[in-house]
C-alpha cells in the first residue's frame, strides 16, 4: 500500500541542506551538521549576528569552514514606485496573512504537535512563538530598521539588502514577495 523510494542524491558532492537557525542555539545545532544556516524571523541584526556569529565559531570548532554563501536570509519583501505605497501594501498583506491564513495553520500545527507528542513535554516552539509575538506587536514603519522586513522603494530596498548583506555577511537571501494579498 506504501512504498517509499530513497534514491541517493545524483549530485557529488551532495548538496548541502538549509536548517533553520533563527536563534543561538539552533544556530549551534545547525554548525553541527554540513548545513547551511537559514534564519527567518529577524527581530533585530545584532540578534541575528550573533546567532550567525554561533554558527562560524561552531562549525570552525567542528572543523566546517562557513562562507556566505553558507548563510541564507529569508526576508519578507514588498517593492513599489514608494516607500508609501510599499508600506500600504505590505500592511494591507500582513493584515490579511495573520488574520486570515495564519489562524488556520496555527491550529493545525497546535493540534498535531498536542496528538503527536512529538516534542514530549519540551516548551513547543517557545523561541519562534517569542519572536513572533514580538514583531506582532510592532508597527510596520519600525521593522524595516532592525532588518525584520525589506520594504520601500527599489532604491529603498537596494540599500536594505546591501545592510543585510554587510551587516550579517550572508550570501543568500530569500525574498517572500506574496505576504497575504499583496498585488504582483
Known amino acids: 500500500p506504501s512504498v517509499s523510494i530513497w534514491p541517493r542524491p545524483y ?5 548541502k541542506i538549509l536548517m533553520s537557525a533563527s536563534n ?3 544556530a549551534e545545532f545547525t554548525a553541527g551538521y554540513p548545513a547551511m544556516m537559514g534564519i527567518t524571523l529577524i ?6 549576528r550573533r546567532a550567525i556569529d554561533v554558527y562560524r565559531d561552531v562549525s ?3 572543523g566546517f569552514q562557513r562562507t ?6 529569508g526576508q519578507n519583501v514588498c517593492i513599489a514606485d514608494t516607500d508609501e505605497e510599499a508600506l500600504e501594501h505590505m500592511r494591507r498583506g500582513e493584515e490579511y496573512f495573520h488574520g486570515k491564513l495564519m489562524p488556520v495553520l496555527r491550529n493545525a500545527q497546535r493540534i498535531v504537535i498536542q496528538k503527536t507528542r512529538y516534542f514530549g513535554d519540551e516548551k513547543i516552539g517557545e523561541g519562534f512563538t517569542n519572536r513572533l509575538k ?3 506587536g510592532v508597527k510596520l514603519e519600525d521593522m524595516i530598521e532592525p532588518g525584520s522586513i525589506l520594504c520601500g ?4 530596498v537596494f540599500r536594505q539588502i546591501r545592510r543585510l548583506k554587510d551587516e550579517l555577511g550572508c550570501g ?4 517572500n514577495m506574496k505576504i497575504g494579498n499583496i498585488p504582483d
Open 172 to 175: 543568500r537571501i530569500n525574498m
Open 43 to 48: 527581530s533585530s541584526l545584532p540578534a541575528a
Open 60 to 62: 570552525h570548532a567542528k
Open 11 to 15: 549530485q557529488k558532492p551532495h548538496p
Open 68 to 73: 556566505p554563501e553558507d548563510i541564507l536570509v
Open 134 to 136: 514580538t514583531l506582532r
Open 153 to 156: 522603494s527599489p532604491k529603498s
Open 24 to 26: 543561538e542555539e539552533s
